[in-house]
């Protein structure tokens, strides 16, 4: 059984909880999918932060290190757009597939990220990208590829929905915040969250993988101008407010529409609280398919990581390539390649 090396990017909440994983899960993989895992380098920024469960050996500051030293498969973490981008850019340009779970860096560059490994023949694997531990993108590309998917609608930021939740007890908005960011599901500037954009930025992920149409119409509006009088009237009336990202099929193209919606409190969409999430998919053979999970967390979203990761290996496996052999098609991309809507 030869070992799949991996290379990471990055080692913060999820990159920790990738690393636990690896090491709890090892056995079990090996023995159940026939691959064997190792984690060759981890990109950090700062040597001498103290990261328990980490095998300081396998950390550098240079991300050289980890895409050019030996590795099968790169697990970019770090997030953001432009350095991200070099890194998995460089990664594909060396022959190794790629992981990643973000969500923002394929939303900007995507089509182009895609069209690289497709031309290569190599993998990339985004199921943490949107929902965390929910595996979404393997039910619209696998489960449901047999129909014709009409509409997409799920609570899909789970930062949003522990807000709204945290009001709904009788916490303020920036109270509530606040709280968000104590537990880890609020970034220091949580605007991307608040103000829907990473919500609109999953739900044109999950559109991308349904729709074989572009986008015609998009609108987004966040929880910033939700308030503690808005949360008790709809109370009131037996509803809650959720943070709602909604893709419908339209003649034409693709409407999509992220906004606060009073939902009936005893609706599946009004009973998901704190940082779970929930996607119903509407299909024209199946009907309604609902999917609910936590949505955010190191572990939920570091199992969806490793889940692309089993997979990528397993091709590999089957194919026969050694990381050198670049020039050889070793997978088409784990997901479809559809990316008009980014």
């Keep these: 059984m030869k070992t799949t090396r991996l290379g990471l990017l990055g080692c913060g909440t999820v990159g920790g909880g990738l690393v636990d994983l690896v090491e709890r899960e090892r056995p079990r993989i090996r023995a159940r999918y026939g691959v064997d895992l190792e984690i060759r380098h981890i ?25 050019d030293d030996g590795c099968d498969i790169v697990v970019e973490l770090i997030g953001g757009v432009h350095t991200a981008g ?23 560059h995507g089509d ?15 199921e943490a990208s949107v929902c965390g531990g929910i595996p ?13 998917i009409e509409s997409i609608r799920g609570i899909v930021n789970g930062t949003c929905n522990f807000v709204l939740s945290r009001m709904e007890e009788g916490l303020d908005f920036d109270a509530a915040v606040r709280a968000a960011q104590q537990r880890g599901f609020a970034e220091a500037d949580p605007s991307l969250d608040i103000d829907g954009y990473d919500a609109a930025q999953k739900i044109r992920i999950l559109s991308s993988l349904a729709f074989d149409a572009p986008i015609t119409h998009e609108s987004v509006i966040g929880i910033r101008t939700v308030t503690r009088a808005e949360i008790e009237r709809a109370h009131a009336g037996g509803c809650v407010i959720r943070l709602v990202a909604e893709a419908e099929r339209m003649p034409g193209g693709v409407t999509l529409r992220v906004r606060p919606q009073e939902i009936d409190a005893a609706d599946i969409f009004g009973t998901i609280r704190d940082e779970f999430n929930v996607v119903a998919i509407r299909g024209r053979a199946t009907g309604e398919v609902i999917l609910t999970g936590k949505g955010a967390g190191a572990q939920p979203t570091a199992s969806a990581v490793l889940a692309d990761v089993i997979e990528i290996a397993q091709l590999r496996r089957g194919r026969g390539v050694e990381a050198r052999d670049v020039e050889r098609p070793i997978a088409r991309p784990v997901a479809v390649r559809a990316a008009a809507a980014w």
Excluded: C, M, Q, Y
Excluded at 95 to 103: F, L, M, S
Excluded at 112 to 126: C, H, N, P, T, Y
């Design 43 to 67: 990109l950090v920024r700062d040597l001498g932060k103290r990261r328990p469960g980490v095998d300081r050996r396998l950390l550098t500051s240079s991300a050289i290190d980890v895409i």
């Design 112 to 126: 182009e990220l895609f069209e690289i490994a497709a031309a290569r023949g190599l993998s990339i694997g985004f």
């Design 136 to 148: 979404i993108v393997r039910v619209l590309h696998r489960g449901l590829a047999g129909d014709s």
């Design 86 to 108: 070099a890194f998995v850019r460089r990664a594909l340009g060396s022959g190794k597939d790629v992981v990643t779970a973000n969500k923002a860096l394929l939303a900007a």
